[in-house]
């Protein structure tokens, strides 16, 4: 499966007019992108993987991977609207389960590392703005660049996570567990690249395939059917 999920992201990589960041963040200093990150989720709920209303009606899971240059592209494009509209409003609790494969023949291990991290940020309720912040300064995928370094400066991008705290955290047991429940959900609903999502009302969740990835009205109207339901 793994196999397979790799060569069909980067089928899907070379026709994206995505492709991350080309900023490097220099030693000692913080990510590009914290102030705009924090003030798009200021007063949001988080809780680990999620985002927004633990009572939510709706509940969108967002199966990415952090080195996955469309899933970049989804978060600059249509995610920030999405939380307006319907997150911030109470309406969808979205939740992110991280894969780590894209790549990885070029470079092994790098994107477990930025997951490892986000994960960690997890812990301190800040997955979502770790994540975004990341996205932000994202790199070319065939290259390694998740280093100690790097992601010590995306999470001082990141009010009040404590970096150290999390770096000390990213190889713990809880850790490794979402990661593994992340690649069993990746398996049970047969995905094949991210980023992938699934869709549903009061626990029951469903496969959902956006008819684009940039556009918040491919997601806005099965949101609004399933709030009117």
Known sequence: MAAIAIAIVAVAIAVSSGG??????????????????????????QHGLELGNPKAPVTMVEVADLKCPICDSYMRSAFPTLVDRYVRTGKVKMVMQLQTFVGESAAPGDS??????????????????????????QQDENTSYAS?????????????????????????PAVTKQLQQADALFNKYGFTGTPSFLLGKNGRLSPFSPASFDDPAAY??????????
């Open 112 to 137: 477990k590392r930025a997951a490892r991290m986000a994960l960690a940020a997890g812990q301190q309720n800040k997955l979502w703005n770790f994540a975004d912040v990341f996205y932000l300064n």
């Open 20 to 45: 991350g960041s080309s900023h490097e963040p220099k030693a000692g200093q913080a990510a590009q992108g914290g102030p705009e990150v924090a003030a798009r989720l200021k007063g949001i709920p």
């Open 220 to 229: 806005s109207g099965s949101f609004d059917k399933l709030l009117a339901q």
């Open 148 to 172: 100690d370094g790097f992601l010590t400066s995306v999470g001082a991008a990141v009010p009040g996570l404590d970096t150290r705290k999390a770096l000390a955290n990213r190889t713990s």
